[in-house]
Structure formats: C-alpha cells, structure tokens
C-alpha cells in the first residue's frame, strides 16, 4: 500500500482490492508456509496470528521479511 513503511497508509484502491482478491484466490498463496509443523495452530493462520500478536512476535511465515524489514528499518 504505501510507497514506504514510514509513509501515512493510503486507502485501497479498486485496482488494489482486484489484486488482492487474485491473490487469495490462488491456492498456492493460501498454503501455511510455517516450518513449524507441530505447531497446534499450524495452517491456522487467523488464530496465528492473533497469539503472535498477543504476544508481540512474529508467525514463523512472516520472520524472513520482518527480520529484513527490522534490519532495513535500522537504517
């Protein structure tokens, strides 16, 4: 959405939302890419998400780019 991560977010446009509904509708992008299998909410991604959220920490699907968001955000 926005340009930067330090930019004010914008609203959605129509051509975003089309994307968007693209991109959930492919399966491939639908599947839980978490290494951690035993995980009892693996593939679960809302309550995920939720308790890494809680717990102020990263779902194992999202710690690649948010260690490299971390790192870029340092300067």
């Keep these: 959405m926005a ?3 330090n930019d004010a977010p914008r609203v959605a446009t129509q ?9 959930v509708a492919d399966p491939a992008n ?6 951690v299998t035993g995980c009892a909410y ?7 998400v939720a ?5 102020r920490g990263y779902p194992g699907c999202t ?3 948010a260690k ?6 340092k300067g």
């Design 30 to 35: 639908l599947v839980c890419t978490c290494a």
């Design 3 to 5: 340009e930067n991560q």
């Design 68 to 73: 490299e968001f971390v790192e870029n955000y």
């Design 51 to 55: 308790l890494h959220r809680y717990y």
């Design 63 to 65: 710690r690649d780019f």
């Design 42 to 48: 693996h593939g679960d991604c809302k309550r995920c």
């Design 15 to 23: 051509a975003d939302l089309d994307e968007w509904a693209r991109i």
